[in-house]
């Protein structure tokens, strides 16, 4: 009896532990993942042609990044998402292979609810991976006192 009852609440422990040491630096980095799609999109265009969705990353319930082919991606900004960020699957409606602002939709999850499309920016995806590549770089420098140790 005493068995079953430590099962679900070590899962507990665990489960509480892991989303306060994570939730910081997962907010941090899906804001900066935010800031540099926005600051690799151009100017905002009616529509895209849209044949097959290459992949996509949920940026906020208010936007989303839709690639097209590897190396064309759409950031969009939506409007009546819920819980866009925690959705498995997307999928776009469009009108002869083509997504417009105001009449198209991004349906989510196996609900399929409809947020509306309410702008289009083209990114440019070579900008995005050099400011991603940027800020992988880390610098690095001795330690106080190991400067003779390594020789």
Known sequence: M?????????????????????SVPYAQRAAQRQADYVAAAGAPVRSFHFFSLYSWEALSDTQ?????RPNQAWLLDLAGCQDLMFTNNIGLTSNISE????????LTGSHNFPC???????????????????????EAAARNGEQGAAK
């Open 99 to 106: 997504v417009m602002v105001g009449f198209d939709k991004v």
């Open 64 to 68: 989303l990044a839709v690639y097209t």
């Open 116 to 138: 509306t499309i309410t702008g289009i920016r083209p990114v440019d995806v070579k900008s995005l991976k050099l400011a991603q590549e940027q800020q992988r770089k880390i």
């Open 2 to 22: 005493q068995k079953s009852f430590l099962m679900p609440a070590s899962a507990l422990m665990l489960a509480m532990l892991a989303a306060g040491c994570s």
